[in-house]
C-alpha cells in the first residue's frame, strides 16, 4: 500500500482557478513581462511574481504580504503559475524586488496600461467614468521625507491626514481611482500623500487620464472636483458633478424650490427640477433632485438635531440667567449674543431683573437700603419656525452640475443614473479595504513598496470585476441564473459568492495523472459562463 499512496498527491485549487483564469485572458503576465522585462536565469519572472500576488489577494484569507509563501503550501502552484515553481520560490524577497520593480516603471501609468488593454479585450463601456479617493491607514512610523538618510526623497509621503477610516491616530497615504460605469472596472489608479487634497487634484487626474485614453466619457466626481479653478481648466471634457451645498445658488434652490417645481423620475422615489446656471464663467445644467428615502432620513436627523439644540440651549439660558451684570444694558447684550448663536431657536420675553446686593456679610436691617444692584436675564426659548421651515423643503435635496447641455444627449433622468454611478468608485474602495480580500492595513517597509502593494491591490479589484461583469453578461444574454447564498436563483451574483462556491476544490495528481475532485454540475456550469481560460484549470477543456 505503501507505493501507491506515495504516488498521490492531493492539492487545493478551489476558486483560484478561476482567477488565474481571467488573468490569463487579459494577458496580464506577459504584459507586466514586457514592461518590467525578464532574466533568463530567473525562475519567477515578474510577470508570475504579480499573478501569484494576485491570487493571493484574492484568496479569501487575511494575509499580509509576509505570510505569502505559506498561503501557497499545499495550494496547486505549479499548475496556477507555471511548472517549475514552487512556493519556496514565492518568498518575500523576491516578492519585495517585483515591487519595487513595479515601483521603478510607474506605477499608475502601468496600471492605466494594463487596465485598457483588459477593458478592450473585455469589451467593457467607457460611456461614463467615475472618480473618488480614499485613505488606507498603515502601521509603523514611515519616516518623513525629511528624516529620511537618502538623497532622493521618497515618492509617497505617508502621514497623517483626513482619515476616511475613522482612525486618525494611524498614518495614512490616499487611493485615487477611476472606474468605469460598465461593471466597476478600475481603469486608472494613483497612489498619493496621506494629506493630499481632493478639491487640488480631481480635475487634474481627469486630464491625465484623458491623455491616455482617446475617448469622449462622461467624467463623473462628487463635491470636491466643483470649484472655480477645477471646472475652468475643464473646458474639453464632459463632467458630472454634485454641487456644494456652501454654494448660495445651491441652498437658494434646495430651500426655496416649490414642490410643483418637481417632475417624477423614472427612477423610483426621485424626483427632479431643471435649471440653467452659470458658475465660474461656465454655462451649466443643474439638476435639483429629492430623494424620498433620503427625505425620511434628513427629516428624522433634523428633529434629532432640534431636540439636541434645544437641550443645550436651554442650558445657556440657565447658565446666563444665574450670571450677575453691572448694568442692565450689559445683561441684554449677552442676551442677544447668545441669540445670535442659536440656530433653530430664539430668545423671546427677555426681561432684566434687577438684584439689590450688601457689602456688608450678614441679614441686612429692615429698611436698610442697598449699595447698589446686580442685574440678571430672564427669558424663554421658541423654535425659529421658518429656520425649521426651510430645514424642512431642503431635507433629501441635492444639487448636480454638468457641462453637458442638451437633454438630448443626456437626459435629466440618464444624469441621475449617471450620478448614482458614482457608487462604483466606492464598491471598489470597499473591496480594497476588505480583510478578506487583501489587508485592512499595511505592514510594509518603505513607502516604495506600500505604493507598490496599493498598485497590486488595484490589480485584484481590476480581475475580480472583469471576472463578476463576464459571469452577470453571460448569464443576462442567456437568460440564466445560478442560487446565491439565500439559495435563490440571480443574474447578478457576486464573484465573493461564486468564490466561495469553489471552496474544497482540489488538483489530485495519481501516477502522473492529473484529476480534478468534488466539481459539481453547478460549479462546471459556472465555468462556462466564464470561459475556456477559466474552464482549462480545472481540466475541462
Known amino acids: ?38 532574466h533568463p536565469q530567473e525562475i519567477l519572472s515578474a510577470g508570475v511574481g504579480v499573478k501569484a500576488m494576485i491570487i493571493n489577494g484574492l484568496g479569501l484569507v487575511s494575509a499580509p504580504l509576509y505570510l505569502f509563501e505559506r498561503f501557497f503550501v499545499g495550494k496547486a502552484t505549479e ?32 496600471f492605466v496600461k494594463v487596465a485598457l488593454a483588459a477593458a478592450s479585450k473585455f469589451g467593457v463601456n467607457f460611456d461614463s467614468l467615475h472618480l473618488d479617493s480614499s485613505s488606507f491607514h498603515v502601521h509603523g512610523s514611515y519616516l518623513s521625507q525629511e528624516s529620511l538618510p537618502s538623497e532622493e526623497p521618497t515618492a509617497l509621503k505617508i502621514t497623517h491626514g483626513y482619515s476616511r477610516d475613522h482612525r486618525p491616530d494611524l498614518k495614512q497615504f490616499m487611493v485615487d481611482l477611476i472606474c468605469s460605469g460598465d461593471g466597476d472596472v478600475p481603469l486608472y489608479l494613483r497612489v498619493a500623500d496621506g494629506n493630499e487634497s481632493d478639491q487640488a487634484v480631481f480635475a487634474q487626474l481627469m486630464k491625465e487620464f484623458r491623455q491616455q485614453w482617446d475617448g469622449n466619457a462622461l467624467f463623473v466626481a462628487d463635491a470636491a472636483l466643483y470649484n472655480q479653478e477645477n471646472l475652468q481648466s475643464l473646458t474639453n471634457l464632459r ?6 451645498g456652501t454654494i448660495k445658488g445651491a441652498q437658494q434652490l434646495m430651500e426655496q424650490l416649490p414642490e410643483e417645481a418637481f ?23 443643474w439638476l435639483i433632485v429629492e430623494s424620498q428615502a433620503r427625505k425620511e432620513a434628513d427629516l428624522k436627523h433634523l428633529e434629532q438635531k432640534i431636540q439636541q439644540h434645544q437641550e443645550l440651549a436651554k442650558k445657556q439660558l440657565k447658565q446666563l440667567g444665574q450670571q450677575d451684570f453691572a448694568c442692565a444694558a450689559d445683561a441684554l447684550a449677552a442676551g442677544q449674543k447668545l441669540n445670535q448663536q442659536l440656530r433653530y431657536h430664539r430668545l423671546c420675553q427677555l426681561e432684566v431683573v434687577p438684584h439689590p446686593y450688601y457689602r456688608k456679610a450678614g441679614r441686612p436691617r429692615t429698611g436698610q437700603a442697598p449699595d447698589g444692584y446686580h442685574y440678571r436675564l430672564q427669558g424663554t426659548l421658541t423654535v425659529k419656525e421658518e429656520v425649521v421651515a426651510l430645514a424642512r423643503t431642503r431635507a433629501g435635496r441635492f444639487v448636480l452640475a454638468t457641462n453637458v447641455l ?3 444627449q443626456l437626459s435629466p433622468d440618464q444624469l441621475l443614473c449617471q450620478y448614482k454611478g458614482q457608487q462604483s468608485t466606492e464598491r471598489g474602495f470597499r473591496f480594497l479595504k476588505d480583510p478578506m480580500f487583501f489587508t485592512d ?19 485584484c479589484l481590476l480581475v475580480y470585476t472583469l471576472a463578476q461583469r463576464a459571469l452577470r453578461q453571460a448569464l443576462t444574454s442567456t437568460k440564466q441564473k445560478i442560487q446565491n447564498q439565500l439559495g435563490k436563483p440571480t443574474a447578478t451574483p457576486t464573484m465573493r459568492w461564486v468564490f466561495q462556491c469553489f471552496q474544497s476544490i482540489h488538483l489530485v495528481i495519481l501516477n502522473g495523472v492529473q484529476q480534478i475532485v468534488n466539481l459539481t454540475p453547478e460549479h462546471q456550469r459556472i465555468l462556462q459562463f466564464l470561459g475556456a481560460p477559466c474552464q482549462k484549470y480545472y481540466l475541462l477543456v
Open 441 to 459: 492595513s499595511v505592514f510594509l517597509k518603505t513607502p516604495e513598496r506600500v505604493a507598490a502593494l496599493a498598485m497590486v491591490m488595484g490589480l
Open 263 to 285: 417632475h417624477p423620475s423614472q427612477l423610483s422615489q426621485y424626483r427632479w427640477s431643471c435649471v440653467c446656471s452659470t458658475y465660474a464663467g461656465i454655462k451649466q445644467q
Open 239 to 244: 463632467w458630472l458633478s454634485r454641487v456644494p
Open 79 to 110: 499548475h496556477l503559475l507555471g511548472e517549475g515553481i514552487k512556493p519556496k520560490h514565492l518568498n518575500d524577497d523576491r516578492l519585495g524586488r517585483v515591487l519595487d520593480q513595479l515601483f521603478e516603471a510607474g506605477l499608475t501609468q502601468l
Open 406 to 408: 442638451e437633454s438630448k
Open 1 to 38: 500500500m505503501t507505493p501507491i499512496a506515495s504516488s498521490i498527491r492531493v492539492q487545493d485549487l478551489d476558486h483560484c482557478g478561476i482567477v488565474a483564469g481571467i488573468i490569463d485572458q487579459m494577458g496580464l503576465v506577459e504584459q507586466i513581462n514586457q514592461e518590467l522585462g525578464t
